[in-house]
């Protein structure tokens, strides 16, 4: 099972870009979904979660309101829109699916800094906000 993130650049500040999620070897419609982004020298943050039990969503407080998780089942494929992008916004960018967590847990994986994990992880994109 392999996990793929793609979508990354280079973007100047207040601009957009669309981060794709995809699989190969499984079938995310069941899982549970977490974006999450790490730069240099900081902990693990959970950006957006996406519950397989009815579609909740979850943002960090720091994305609320630009940041937009969905599935797209007939692709097979998770997407973070991003909007209104800052500098802070930067970072390599990671999806991680699990077929075991509830919403709750997902909401505990997403919050707890790097201190819990998904079962499967994919290879990084690097987002790079600058003017």
């Known amino acids: 099972v392999q996990l793929q993130a793609s979508g990354g650049g280079l973007v100047q500040p207040g601009g957009s870009l669309r981060l794709s999620c995809t699989a190969s070897?499984?079938?995310?419609?069941?899982?549970?979904i977490g974006w999450f982004r790490q730069a240099p020298g900081t902990e693990r943050e959970g950006v957006a979660g996406?519950?397989?039990?009815?579609?909740?969503?979850y943002y960090a407080d720091s994305v609320k309101g630009r940041f937009t998780i969905s599935r797209d089942k007939a692709k097979n494929t998770i997407y973070l829109q991003m909007n209104s992008l800052k500098p802070e916004d930067t970072a390599v960018y990671y999806c991680?699916?699990?077929?075991?967590?509830?919403?709750?847990?997902?909401?505990?994986?997403?919050?707890?800094?790097?201190?819990?994990?998904?079962?499967?992880w994919g290879k990084g994109t690097q987002v790079t906000v600058s003017s």
């Open positions: 991680a699916a699990d077929p075991n967590l509830s919403g709750s847990g997902l909401l505990r994986v997403l919050t707890s800094r790097g201190r819990y994990g998904m079962d499967y």
């Open positions: 070897g499984r079938t995310l419609d069941d899982d549970a």
């Open positions: 996406i519950s397989s039990e009815d579609g909740s969503t």
